[in-house]
C-alpha cells in the first residue's frame, strides 16, 4: 500500500495475469491466511509452540505489527520475571538466554531483508531491555558489544539509513550505562567520533555522519575538559577538514550544512552549550569569518557556476556584518554580485533568495 | 489513452496532457482498492487498513468526490476497529496503536461523523481522547505509539492533531509536548525522531505540525529550516527527505506542507514540482507513484494530490497543511 521504487508494468496484459499465475496466487492467499487464522485463534496459548507460529508468520509479513505484541505477550511469560536494574542476577539462565538469542535472530535475519521497517527495529529493542533485566552485567555488555558489530554493518550496507544511526546512539547510551558499573573505561564519546571521521573519508556526502559528528563535539569537549587552546584546536582542526571536503565536491550540499554548523558555532546568539570555543572576541569572530571568505573566494576561481560557494559567502558576509559594521573584507557591491549569481544559478529558489536580499537589504 | 477531465475543472481543454490531473481514474482507482482481495498484496497490508483508508478518502474530498466511497460502510468499519480502551487498530482483530487512532478520527472528521459516532458509543469521543492522553509520558512530554513503548515524533504530532479535532487538547500536557519537540530541532533547524536523531523531512512535518497546533511557531528557526527545507528541491522538480537523497511524490506533501506552515511555499518551484507530480500518475489505471514509471500506491497517491493542493492546481479542493485534511473540514472542527 506504500511501495517505493518498483517499477509499474504497463501495456495492454499490465492487469491481466495468467490464469496459471492467478491460481498461484490465490493458493498462496489461501496459505496465508490459513497461517493467520491459526496464530490468531490461539492468541490466548503463550506456549512455544505458538511462539514458533508467530515466527513463521512474521518472516513472511513483519509489517504485521499485532503479531508482535502477540510474541511480546508470549515471550513475557516464557521469560523469568525480571529483575530490577540496580541488582543483576549472578548467573544468567540458559534458558532464557536461548530465548533472547533467539529472537536477535530473527529480528537480524529480517532487517536484513527489510532494514527500514519500523515493527522490527522496535522489538530487537525491545529483547534487549528485557534481556538487560534478566542478565548479569557480563553478559548484558557482551550483548550489546554484539549489537554496536551489528549496526556497523547495518551502516556498512547502506550508510543513510537512519534507523541504523538512531539505534546506533541508543546502543552507544546503553553501552555507556552498563560501564558506569564496571572499572571499564565509560564514555564511548571519542571512539564514536572516530567512527563519524571513518564514515566521512570513505563518502563525503554521508550527511547523517556529519549530523553525528555535530552531536558529538560538544560531548567531546566536555569529556576531554577542554580548556580554550584546546576547543581552539578542535575548531581549527573542524574547519580544515571541512574545507578539504569543499575543495573535493564543492557541489555536495551535506558538506555546506556542516560548514553552516561550523559557523553557527561562532556566533555570540549560539547557546553557550553548544559553542566549540567559549570565549571568542568580536576580533576572532572576524578572523574567522574572513578567512573562510578568502579560501572560499579562492575556490570560485575555479568553480564559478556552484550555488553554494554564494550562498556560503553571503552567509559568511552577513555574519561578519553582525559584529562589525565598516569591514574592508568585502563590499555591499560584492554581495549583491554573489546574490546576483545565485539568481543565476538556482532559479528553482528563486523566492527565497529575493527574501535574502531584502533581509540584507543589498 | 483517455483524457478525461475531472469534475468542477472547467476550461482545463486547454491544458497540455503532460499538465493533466486524471481525477476520473484516481477516484476509480480507491474505488477499487477495497476489491483487490485476489491479490496477496491486499493480505499482506491489512496492518494499513485503516490508514490507507483516511489516505483514501482525503484523496476524493481533495478531488471534489466526497461520495465516491459509501458513508455507512466505512463508519461501521471504523466501529469494529475499536477496541475497549478507545484505541483503534488497524483492521478488525489488530491491536490498538495510535497511527491508527488518529486516522480513525480525521477520518470522522471528514465525514463530520463524530454526533453519530457518539449516539453509537457513548463517550466514544472522550474514550479516544483517554487513550491517546494515556500515552503520553508526563515527565518527558513525548508520546509513545503503544503499551509497547515506541516513541517518537510522528506519535507526538499524532495525538495533539487528533485531540485538537476532537476539541480536547486539555488532556495532556501541552507544554511538555512542546518542550520535548523543541528537544529534538538541529543545528539545520529540522527535527528527528527524537532527541539527537538527524533531520528527516517527514519528521520535520510532524514537529512543524505539533508546534503550530500548539501555537508555538516561534520556537522554530524558521530562516533556517525554510532554507534546509527548500534544498529538498532537485533539478527534476521532485522533492527529497534529506540532503543527497533520491526525489519522491511523498515529500511533495513533508516538505511543502512545512513550508506552508512558515508561509514560505515561494521558496521552492511550484511549476516544476507540479510537474514533476503529474509525472508521476498512472494515466491508464489511475493513482500516483513514488515516481514516474513506478508502480502506484493510495499512500503516494494523496500526498500527491495534497501536495498539488498546496501547490493551488485548478478544480482542486483546498488541503489544510497542518492536517493533510480539507480544510473546510479543519474549519468546521476547530472553528478558525
Redesign the interface.
Known amino acids: 500500500m506504500a511501495s517505493h521504487g518498483v517499477a509499474r508494468v504497463s501495456g495492454p496484459n499490465a492487469s491481466v495475469r495468467s490464469e496459471e499465475l492467478r491460481q498461484k496466487e490465490l493458493k498462496q492467499i489461501a496459505a496465508y491466511k490459513d497461517l493467520v487464522d491459526l496464530v490468531n485463534t490461539k492468541e490466548t496459548q503463550y506456549t512455544v509452540e505458538v511462539l514458533g507460529l508467530t515466527t513463521k508468520l512474521l518472516n513472511e509479513n513483519p509489517e504485521y505489527y499485532t503479531i508482535w505484541n502477540h510474541r511480546r505477550r508470549i515471550l513475557l511469560t516464557l521469560l523469568p520475571t525480571g529483575l530490577v536494574q540496580d541488582s543483576p542476577p549472578p548467573k544468567p539462565d540458559p534458558a532464557a538466554l536461548d530465548i533472547v538469542n533467539g529472537d536477535l535472530q530473527l529480528t537480524f535475519a529480517l532487517l536484513r531483508k527489510f532494514p527500514k521497517c519500523y515493527w522490527i527495529w522496535n522489538h530487537r529493542n525491545w529483547i534487549l531491555e528485557k534481556g538487560q533485566s534478566i542478565f548479569d552485567s557480563a553478559s548484558a555488555l557482551t550483548l550489546w558489544l554484539g549489537e554496536l558489530q551489528l549496526v556497523g554493518k547495518m551502516l556498512h550496507s547502506d550508510s543513510r539509513n537512519f534507523h541504523a544511526w538512531s539505534y546506533r546512539r541508543f546502543v552507544v547510551a546503553r553501552l555507556e550505562l552498563i560501564r558506569t558499573r564496571t572499572p571499564t573505561q565509560q564514555s564511548l564519546t571519542e571512539s564514536e567520533f572516530e567512527y563519524t571521521t571513518k564514515m566521512i573519508k570513505s563518502n563525503l556526502s554521508n550527511f547523517s555522519a556529519w549530523h553525528n559528528r555535530s552531536q558529538l563535539i560538544p560531548r567531546l569537549l566536555e569529556e576531554r575538559v577542554a580548556d580554550s587552546a584546546a576547543r581552539r584546536k578542535v575548531l581549527n582542526d573542524e574547519l580544515a577538514l571541512i574545507c578539504t571536503a569543499i575543495n573535493t565536491d564543492p557541489f555536495d550540499q551535506s558538506i555546506w550544512f556542516y560548514h553552516q554548523y561550523l559557523m553557527s558555532t561562532l556566533s555570540p546568539q549560539c547557546a553557550p552549550q553548544k559553542m566549540i570555543v567559549r570565549d571568542l572576541s568580536n576580533l576572532d569572530r572576524q578572523k574567522y569569518y574572513a578567512h573562510e571568505m578568502e579560501y572560499i573566494r579562492e575556490i570560485l576561481d575555479d568553480e564559478t557556476e556552484c550555488k553554494w560557494i554564494y550562498e556560503a559567502l553571503l552567509c559568511c558576509a552577513s555574519c561578519y556584518l553582525e559584529v562589525d559594521g565598516g569591514t574592508e573584507a568585502f563590499t555591499t557591491l560584492d554581495m549583491r554580485e554573489w546574490l546576483r549569481e545565485l539568481k543565476r544559478l538556482d532559479p528553482l529558489r528563486k523566492g527565497r533568495w529575493e527574501d535574502l536580499g531584502r533581509r540584507l537589504d543589498i | 489513452m483517455s483524457l478525461v477531465s475531472g469534475p468542477g475543472r472547467a476550461g482545463m481543454a486547454d491544458t497540455p496532457v503532460e499538465l493533466q490531473l486524471f481525477v476520473d481514474k484516481h477516484v476509480r482507482y480507491i474505488q477499487s482498492l477495497d476489491t483487490r482481495k485476489?491479490?496477496?498484496?491486499y493480505?499482506?497490508?491489512?496492518?494499513?487498513r485503516l490508514?490507507?483508508l483516511y489516505w483514501g478518502i482525503t484523496a476524493l474530498h481533495l478531488l471534489g468526490q466526497p461520495d465516491a466511497l459509501p458513508r455507512q460502510g466505512i463508519i461501521d468499519f471504523l466501529l469494529s476497529c475499536l477496541h475497549g480502551n478507545g484505541g483503534f487498530?488497524?483492521a478488525p482483530?489488530?491491536?490498538a496503536?495510535m497511527l491508527y487512532t488518529v486516522s480513525a478520527v480525521q477520518i470522522l472528521a471528514t465525514l463530520d461523523a463524530f454526533d453519530e459516532f457518539e449516539e453509537r458509543i457513548k463517550g466514544g469521543r472522550k474514550r479516544i481522547g483517554q487513550y491517546i492522553a494515556d500515552l503520553q509520558d508526563r515527565e518527558t512530554g513525548t508520546f509513545a505509539g503503544?503499551e509497547?513503548?515506541?516513541r517518537d515524533t510522528r506519535f507526538l504530532y499524532g495525538a495533539l492533531n487528533a485531540l485538537s479535532l476532537m476539541g480536547l487538547l486539555h488532556l495532556v500536557d501541552v507544554e511538555k509536548a512542546v518542550e520535548h519537540v523543541h528537544s529534538c530541532a538541529?543545528?539545520?533547524g529540522g527535527y528527528?525522531?527524537?532527541p539527537?536523531?538527524?533531520?528527516?523531512a517527514g519528521q520535520v512535518f510532524t514537529c512543524v505540525g505539533a508546534l503550530t497546533i500548539a501555537g508555538r511557531l516561534d520556537l522554530v528557526d524558521q530562516?533556517k529550516l525554510?532554507?534546509?527545507l527548500?534544498?529538498r528541491?532537485l533539478?527534476n522538480?521532485g522533492l527529497n527527505g534529506?540532503?543527497?537523497?533520491k526525489e519522491?511524490v511523498c515529500y511533495s506533501w513533508w516538505v511543502m506542507s512545512s513550508l506552508a506552515m512558515l508561509n514560505?511555499l515561494?521558496?521552492?518551484?511550484g511549476e516544476?514540482l507540479t510537474a514533476f507530480i503529474l509525472q508521476c500518475q498512472?494515466p491508464?489505471?489511475g493513482g500516483l507513484?513514488?515516481?514516474p514509471?513506478?508502480?502506484?500506491?493510495?499512500?503516494?497517491t494523496v500526498f500527491g494530490i495534497a501536495g498539488l493542493s498546496l501547490l493551488k492546481y485548478p478544480g482542486l479542493q483546498e488541503v489544510d497543511p497542518v492536517y493533510c485534511m480539507p480544510r473546510a473540514v479543519t474549519k468546521r472542527c476547530l472553528g478558525k
Open positions: 485476489d491479490e496477496l498484496e493480505w499482506l497490508t491489512e496492518h494499513l490508514n490507507g487498530g488497524a482483530g489488530h491491536d496503536h503503544d509497547w513503548g515506541e538541529n543545528f539545520d528527528g525522531t527524537r539527537g536523531s538527524e533531520s528527516h530562516a525554510g532554507a534546509w527548500s534544498e528541491q533539478k522538480g534529506r540532503p543527497e537523497k519522491d514560505k515561494h521558496w521552492i518551484d516544476k498512472d491508464e489505471g507513484a513514488d515516481r514509471g513506478d508502480m502506484v500506491d493510495v499512500f503516494h
